[in-house]
């Protein structure tokens, strides 16, 4: 079994910054770490996701925050990151790590994830 922790969210003005941790505990091996977020009234959407296999990385971002969000992750940590930078209103909401023991072109889907940590709020004031 893995538990993911999250940590690092908050209050912060409008183009500052904010830098999420995802630490996972367990034996299994993790391929792909993601980040979702989920505004109220919204449906939880992917915000970025970072693949690992051997010392082969695949990293992608949802449109919106390209250029501003950098995924990272320290395997010997098992820990991923999320910085966010010249954060806007638009991305407050709550942050979800997510993880799965696969690694494959269906990594855009929250159905194909099998952990999640238990989110994080980050508010962004204009």
């Known amino acids: 079994q893995v538990q993911l922790l999250e940590s690092g969210g908050g209050l912060v003005q409008s183009g500052g910054s904010l830098r999420l941790s995802c630490a996972a505990s367990?034996?299994?091996?993790?391929?792909?770490m993601a980040w979702f977020r989920q505004a109220p009234g919204l449906e939880r959407e992917i915000v970025a996701t970072?693949?690992?296999?051997?010392?082969?990385?695949?990293?992608d971002y949802t449109d919106s925050v390209k250029g501003r969000f950098t995924i990272s992750r320290d395997n010997a940590k098992n820990t991923a990151y999320l910085q966010m930078d010249s954060l806007k209103p638009e991305d407050t909401a709550v942050y979800y790590c997510?993880?799965?023991?696969?690694?494959?072109?269906?990594?855009?889907?929250?159905?194909?994830?099998?952990?999640w940590g238990q989110g994080t709020q980050v508010t962004v004031s204009a």
């Open positions: 367990g034996r299994t091996s993790i391929y792909t």
């Open positions: 970072i693949m690992t296999v051997g010392i082969s990385t695949y990293i």
């Open positions: 997510a993880a799965r023991r696969r690694y494959d072109r269906y990594y855009k889907s929250k159905t194909n994830y099998d952990y």
